[in-house]
C-alpha cells in the first residue's frame, strides 16, 4: 500500500467519526479492513436518523471522481458543517447500507487507486 | 434538441465559435497572424493586455484556441464535464485574454503528464490541476522571450533562443511536475475557502522563481505593459451575449430551472463543491449566466470599461459558477472590495483595484459559510493583501496573484472563525 493511500485511509476513518460526532452520536463502532485491492471501513450505528442516512447513501453512492480525489483529498477528515458529505463521496466507491431493528449497519468500499510501490 | 443543448460541452463549443466568428468579423486574416504572433512571443507577464499586445481579433483568435485545444483534450480523455472542469476552462478562456497562449501552456501540462507517469496514475487524474495549472504559464514566455540571454553571456543574438525555448521548456515543465502534490497540499492551508487555491500553490512557487531571478542584475523583472479599453463595446456585447445563451440553455433544458436556483445558492460554495453533480447542468449554466450578467451590471454601475484582464475576470467568475460562486456568496465580497477601496487611499484608477473587484470572488465561500458580514469583511482584507501580495511575487510570474492573496484572507480568517463557530453548521441543509 503507498504512502499517499495509507494517508487518504486514515482521513476517512477521522471523516466517518466526524460526521457522526457533529451530528450528536456519541457511541458507534467503527472497524476497517484494509487489502490490497480495497479498503473496506465497517460502521455500526444504534438509532441512525433515518434522514442522515439517506443523505450519506446518496452522496457516498455517487460515480467517483479521481480528478477531483487528486485535488481536493487533503480536506477530506476537515468538515465544518452537518451536510458536506460531498468530499467523502468522492473517496469511496459504494455504501452497504444494512438495518437491524434500531441498530444500522453501514459498509463504505474503497477500491485502491494508488498502486503499491513497495 | 434539448438534450443536447442541455450539455456544458455544447456551451463551450458555442462560445468557441463565437469567438472565432468575431475574430475574423473584427480583423482581417494577415492581421490576425501578425497579432497572434505577437502575443506568442510576448512575455506574458502580469498585466500583459493581449488586446493591447495583438489587437482584438488576434486575442479572441487565441482565446478560441486555446478553448477548443481544451474542449477536445476533455473528449479525448473522455472526462465528464463536472463544475470543476468547466470552471477550469471558463478561467483558462478568460487568462488567454491576458497571459496564456498555445506556447506557454503546453510545458506545464508535460510536467503534470511526467508526474502523473511516476505516481502510476492517468494523466486525467490530475485534471482540474492541468486546467489551473497555465495561471503560471508567463514563466515559460518570460525564460524565452524576456531575458536577453545572448547579451548576458556574450554570445551571438540566435543564442537568445537555442537557451531560452529549453530553458523555458523546462522551468514549465519542472513547475507542472511539483503542482499537483503541492496544490493538495496548500488546500489544506485556507481550509478550501478560497477557490483559487492553485493559484494560491502558483503564487508560492513564483515566489521562489522570482527570488532566483531577481539575484541577477541582468533580468529586468519589471516588463508588464499597458491595457487597452479600445474594444469595450464589443467585449460587453460578448459578454452578454454569452451569459444569455448559458441562460438560454439552461431554460431550453427546464423551463422551471429558477425554481431550483435558491437551492444551489444556499450552498456555502467551499472547495470541492461541483454544481453540476449536486445541483444539475440547467440550474448550474442559469447559475453561468446569471453571473455574467451580474458582472456587467457591476462593471456598468462603477463605470468600468472592458480591457483583457477585466474580460478574464468576468470569464473566471462566470466558469466558477459551476465550481462554488453564486450571487448570494458573491456580492457580499464584492461589497467589501468596493468599501476598501471607497474607505482608503486605494482608487479605481488601476488595473489592480478594478479586477480585484471581480476576482475578490475567489473568497466567497466565506460569505456563503459564515455570513454577509464575514463576507464583507473578507472581501476588505482580500483588497487590502492583494498588493502586498504582487511584492511578493515580483516579475508578475503567476497570473492568479488574486488567488495567492485569498489563500492568506482565508487561512487569517477561517482558523478564527471555526474556533467561534458552533460545530453543527446549521446553516446549511
Not at chain 1, 71 to 81: A, T
Not at chain 2, 107 to 127: C, E, H
Request: with cysteine; hydrophobic share 50%; aromatic share 14%.
Amino acid at each position: 500500500m503507498s504512502k499517499q493511500e495509507i494517508k487518504l485511509l486514515t482521513k476517512i476513518v477521522r471523516e466517518l467519526s466526524m460526521i457522526l460526532l457533529i451530528h450528536g452520536y456519541r457511541r458507534f463502532t467503527l472497524t476497517t479492513d484494509y487489502g490490497k485491492a480495497e479498503t473496506r471501513f465497517f460502521l455500526n450505528v444504534k438509532n441512525l436518523d433515518d434522514e442522515l442516512r439517506d443523505h450519506i447513501e446518496e452522496k457516498v453512492n455517487r460515480e467517483r471522481e479521481i480528478e477531483v480525489e487528486t485535488y481536493g483529498w487533503e480536506l477530506v477528515g476537515d468538515i465544518d458543517s452537518h451536510s458536506e458529505l460531498e468530499i467523502l463521496g468522492l473517496l469511496i466507491d459504494y455504501v452497504e447500507i444494512e438495518q437491524d431493528g434500531d441498530e444500522t449497519f453501514l459498509t463504505f468500499v474503497r477500491k485502491s487507486m494508488y498502486k503499491s510501490k513497495e | 434538441m434539448s438534450k443536447i443543448l442541455m450539455k456544458p460541452r455544447i456551451a463551450l463549443i458555442v462560445m468557441f465559435v463565437l469567438l472565432f466568428t468575431m475574430a475574423l468579423y473584427f480583423d482581417d486574416i494577415p492581421t490576425i497572424y501578425r497579432g497572434y504572433i505577437a502575443i506568442l512571443q510576448s512575455p506574458s507577464i502580469l498585466i500583459s493586455d493581449y488586446l493591447e499586445v495583438g489587437g482584438l481579433g488576434a486575442t479572441l483568435f487565441n482565446v478560441a484556441t486555446i478553448l477548443l485545444i481544451n474542449v477536445l483534450m476533455i473528449s479525448y480523455l473522455k472526462m465528464r464535464m463536472s463544475g470543476p472542469v468547466f470552471a477550469g476552462i471558463l478561467t483558462i478562456a478568460g487568462f488567454s485574454f491576458f497571459g496564456k497562449n498555445i506556447f506557454n501552456t503546453i510545458p506545464i501540462y508535460i510536467g503534470i503528464y511526467i508526474y502523473a507517469r511516476s505516481q502510476k496514475l492517468d494523466f486525467k487524474s490530475f485534471f482540474i490541476v492541468v486546467l489551473f495549472s497555465t495561471g503560471i504559464s508567463p514563466i515559460v514566455s518570460f525564460m524565452i522571450f524576456g531575458i536577453d540571454w545572448a547579451e548576458w553571456f556574450g554570445l551571438a543574438p540566435y543564442w537568445n533562443y537555442w537557451i531560452g525555448v529549453p530553458a523555458g521548456v523546462l522551468v514549465g515543465m519542472f513547475t507542472g511536475f511539483i503542482l499537483p502534490a503541492f496544490g493538495a497540499h496548500t488546500i489544506r492551508f485556507h481550509k478550501g475557502y478560497n477557490l483559487y487555491n492553485i493559484g494560491f500553490a502558483l503564487g508560492v512557487i513564483s515566489m521562489l522563481f522570482s527570488a532566483l531571478l531577481r539575484s541577477f542584475e541582468a533580468i529586468d523583472l519589471d516588463q508588464g505593459g499597458p491595457t487597452t479599453e479600445l474594444y469595450h463595446s464589443e467585449l460587453m456585447l460578448l459578454t452578454i451575449v454569452l451569459s444569455l445563451v448559458f441562460i438560454a440553455i439552461a431554460y431550453v433544458n427546464d423551463l422551471q430551472v429558477h425554481k431550483k436556483y435558491w437551492t444551489l445558492m444556499k450552498s456555502s460554495g467551499r472547495l470541492v463543491s461541483d454544481y453540476i453533480r449536486d445541483y444539475g447542468r440547467s440550474v448550474s449554466m442559469l447559475n453561468v449566466g446569471v453571473l455574467g450578467l451580474m458582472c456587467v451590471i457591476v462593471l456598468w454601475a462603477l463605470n468600468f470599461e472592458i480591457n483583457g484582464p477585466i474580460m478574464g475576470g468576468i470569464l473566471t467568475v462566470m466558469g466558477f459558477g459551476a465550481f462554488g460562486k453564486h450571487p448570494r456568496n458573491c456580492l457580499p465580497v464584492m461589497l467589501g472590495a468596493y468599501l476598501a477601496v471607497a474607505l482608503t487611499d486605494f482608487t479605481f484608477d488601476g488595473i489592480g483595484m478594478m479586477t480585484a473587484l471581480l476576482f475578490v470572488t475567489a473568497v466567497a465561500p466565506i460569505a456563503g459559510r459564515y455570513g454577509v458580514f464575514i463576507g464583507v469583511l473578507a472581501g476588505f482584507i482580500h483588497v487590502v493583501i492583494t498588493p502586498l501580495a504582487l511584492v511578493f511575487q515580483e516579475g508578475g510570474f503567476n497570473l492568479y496573484n488574486n488567488g495567492f492573496a485569498a489563500g492568506f484572507v482565508a487561512a487569517l480568517m477561517i482558523p478564527f472563525l471555526e474556533a467561534i463557530t458552533k460545530s453543527n453548521g446549521e446553516e446549511e441543509n
